[in-house]
């Protein structure tokens, strides 16, 4: 086996890097901060003039037709630059359209893939916590949608959403027209600076197309916490390295403070839990190339995500003392981002509940010698976001 990425996805890679490098210095991070930007437009446009914003699409569809192992690479570099922008939600949601052969007006591929028009992507009507809250309804002209649903990111400044409703019992991937009549926003804005809006529908139309099968669902929610995880993995990696930078600089009684026992243990801790992390997550990204089922891998890593995140934001910030605190000192936007990112990919607790209930159902697995690696899936576990 080669564990190695290809050629063509290191050089993806770095392109990523380089293009991310140019627009999210610690300054211009600064300055995006104090300004009202609902995302980071510049850099927007011009990973449309390369193409990022495709990774996922089909070449029919004017994408770079590559798969989830070459966009896991760009998020990394992204998530590394905290560069926020709406990468993955973009080009899921366009796929899952493109995969479910959903009859979508060319307007809407014109604005997502041309125009760059950003699309919100929110799964949070997955969470038992928060309800059920998006109801339809179907009736002679379509379907009716009515409900709330909380802190969607660029609600307000996206034309079209990708949300989770309900129907008929069963919960169903809904293409919304945020422009529709019945559609109320309340714009707002995230901890990591990012624009978000609470939406409102009051009993609004849905067109066919709009309400996607069953089937999207899993299969957008696996390939959404690889996207979250990728992002994450980004994130924890500068995290941890410039934690390690700054244990390696700064002296307390005549000695780096990287040399104590205690801390150079937890920089330790933090690597380890990033390499089980980028393990969990190539092994998922893997899978939903190879078209394989990846419901158990999917949690495994939203909870290695989580956990990855929480232990490595935390540390850093108590290794860095006072300074750690500092909103003029450029760490804490590392921890804003992996809380906020924590948050998406949903607690760790539920998850591995949510895990114990799929190995409860599924007794066909890869470790038993004489079972397939891919047994029959006899329960999709779609746990909340």
């Known amino acids: 086996m080669d564990f190695q990425l290809t050629d063509d996805q290191k050089a993806l890679a770095e392109t990523a890097e380089g293009l991310f490098a140019d627009y999210c210095s610690d300054d211009q991070l600064r300055v995006h901060d104090s300004g009202q930007a609902p995302f980071m437009q510049g850099l927007w ?57 959903v009859a979508a007006p060319d307007g809407l591929w014109k604005a997502l893939l ?48 990708l949300l989770a409703g309900v129907l008929e019992g069963q919960t169903r991937l809904l293409i919304a027209d945020l422009t529709a009549a019945g559609v109320v926003r309340t714009t ?64 307390q009684f005549g000695r780096a403070i990287g040399s104590f026992q205690l801390v150079s243990g937890q920089m330790a801790d933090g690597y380890i839990a990033l390499e089980a992390l980028r393990s969990s997550l190539w092994q998922l990204v893997y899978r939903l190339d190879a078209g394989l089922s990846a419901a158990p891998q999917a949690l495994a890593t939203r909870v290695l995500a989580n956990d990855a995140g929480h ?20 760490i804490h936007r590392f921890l804003y981002w992996s809380r906020a990112l924590g948050a998406a990919l949903g607690g760790s607790e539920h998850l591995l509940a949510a895990l114990g209930d799929w190995l409860a159902s599924n007794d066909s697995l890869g470790w038993k010698y004489d079972a397939p690696e891919d047994g029959t899936t006899k329960q999709a576990v779609c746990a909340s976001f």
């Open 114 to 161: 041309l125009d760059g028009s950003p699309l919100a992507l929110s799964l949070a009507g997955l969470s038992d916590s928060r309800g059920r809250v998006l109801l339809v309804k179907k009736n002679a002209d379509g379907y009716r949608v009515r409900g709330h649903t909380a802190a969607v990111g660029l609600g307000q400044s996206a034309r079209f959403a």
């Open 311 to 330: 232990f490595v934001g935390h540390m850093a910030q108590h290794v860095h003392g006072g300074i750690g605190v500092d909103l003029s000192y450029p």
């Open 188 to 251: 707002g804005r995230s901890q990591h600076h990012l624009e978000v809006a609470d939406l409102d529908f009051h009993d609004c139309l849905l067109a066919a197309w709009q309400v996607l099968p069953e089937a999207a669902l899993p299969w957008v929610v696996e390939r959404a916490a690889a996207c979250l995880a990728a992002l994450q993995l980004g994130v924890t990696q500068a995290h941890l390295r410039r934690t390690v930078d700054y244990v390696s600089k700064r002296q």
């Open 45 to 101: 446009k011009q990973c449309i003039a390369v193409g990022l914003h495709t990774v996922l699409v089909p070449l029919e569809r004017g994408g770079l037709g590559l798969g989830l192992t070459e966009l896991m690479v760009t998020l990394e570099q992204q998530g590394r630059a905290l560069a926020l922008l709406p990468l993955w939600e973009q080009q899921v949601g366009a796929a899952a359209l493109h995969h479910f052969g």
